[in-house]
């Protein structure tokens, strides 16, 4: 794993940098990410169809601002499986009409379940239709190719960091060049679940609506912004924010395969020689968009985004914070 390169570097450059002042060496470069077997891939938290229970359904009815803090450090198992959020937002509101233009919001007693084939009439109905889409896809163990990278890179910080941006870009996934693919073959998933089973519940999202476009629906979720932080005193906090609610694959440990990459991933790489080190991550503008086709309720395509920011602290006396714009494509779906 990226764990010991990463420590390796990091030691080295801070020894150079104290002594000399210079880096004499160029840092060297992570070793390809070997991807440890992930027990027991999470399976979602819904009923049998995929739909949100009753209390979420409530959720999404109420009326009342859709603001509200955001969910911090919440728990969920290392496994993949997902606990509940704390929440102290409201429900998405947005809706569309047949046509797919926006339409009049939703309502209480508005909770009628999506067949399949025809197009979600509000934000209950989206949403719905959206975690039933994900989890028979998951059931189905459909292949599909997957694609993440994070653009629009920005590192700002002490000399020592640096000097060795390059190599946090890589251990952080910031770049072209540590653009992360991943091939999965339809039946053959193993016991890395890189889509799973999306557990987005009313409080996880701003809005909510569905268009038509010619065959297909186009599902797009605003989600609220999120953020976690990780250190000697809270080293492993699992991820449950709404960005990993979707159906992104995410974890606290540090795994190369791993899409949000969390505080407690960061932290579980330098924790070893640096343990008095402080991470501190945010999300902001995430959004998802689904294409489906409009006659089987099959996915078309999955595009999951949103800004990151990244603080790292204590470091030996360095510190430094790196940014970038993640895109999580899911495409080539085989049923």
Request: charged share 20%; with cysteine.
């Amino acid at each position: 794993m990226v764990k010991k390169t990463l420590v390796a570097a990091i030691a080295v450059v801070l020894c150079a940098f104290l002594i000399t002042s210079t880096i004499s060496k160029s840092v060297a470069t992570f070793a390809d990410a070997k991807i440890e077997i992930a027990e027991n891939a999470g399976s979602a938290d819904t009923g049998s169809d995929g739909g949100l229970g009753l209390d979420e359904q409530a959720g999404l009815m109420d009326d009342t601002s859709m603001g509200g803090s955001t969910t911090d450090d919440t728990q969920t198992p290392s496994d993949g499986s997902t606990g509940d959020a704390s929440t102290d937002g409201s429900a998405g509101e947005a809706t569309t009409d047949a046509a797919g233009n926006a339409g009049s919001t939703a309502k209480p007693g508005d909770t009628a379940q999506n067949s399949g084939s025809t197009q979600p009439k509000d934000g209950i109905d989206t949403l719905n239709y959206y975690n039933k889409v994900i989890a028979q896809a998951v059931n189905a163990k459909v292949g599909y190719d997957k694609e993440r990278m994070t653009d629009n890179e920005k590192m700002d910080g002490s000399v020592a960091l640096q000097a060795m941006k390059s190599l946090v870009y890589q251990f952080m996934g910031i770049g072209a060049e540590n653009k992360y693919n991943e091939k999965v073959e339809k039946g053959k998933w193993g016991d890395v679940a890189f889509l799973t089973s999306s557990k987005l519940a009313a409080s996880d999202v701003t809005s909510a609506t569905c268009k038509a476009a010619g065959d297909n629906y186009v599902i797009t979720l605003t989600l609220k912004d999120g953020k976690s932080s990780a250190g000697k005193s809270n080293p492993t906090t699992a991820p449950t924010t709404a960005l990993d609610k979707t159906g992104i694959c995410v974890g606290s440990e540090d795994k190369g395969y791993f899409d949000h990459k969390t505080a407690s991933v960061i932290y579980d790489a330098i924790a070893g020689t640096y343990a008095g080190a402080e991470i501190n991550e945010k999300y902001s503008k995430a959004t998802v968009v689904a294409t489906v086709n409009a006659k089987t309720g099959n996915l078309v395509s999955l595009v999951v985004e949103w800004n990151q920011e990244v603080t790292l602290s204590k470091l030996a006396g360095m510190s430094a914070t790196a940014s970038g714009i993640s895109h999580v494509t899911y495409k080539n779906f085989k049923y």
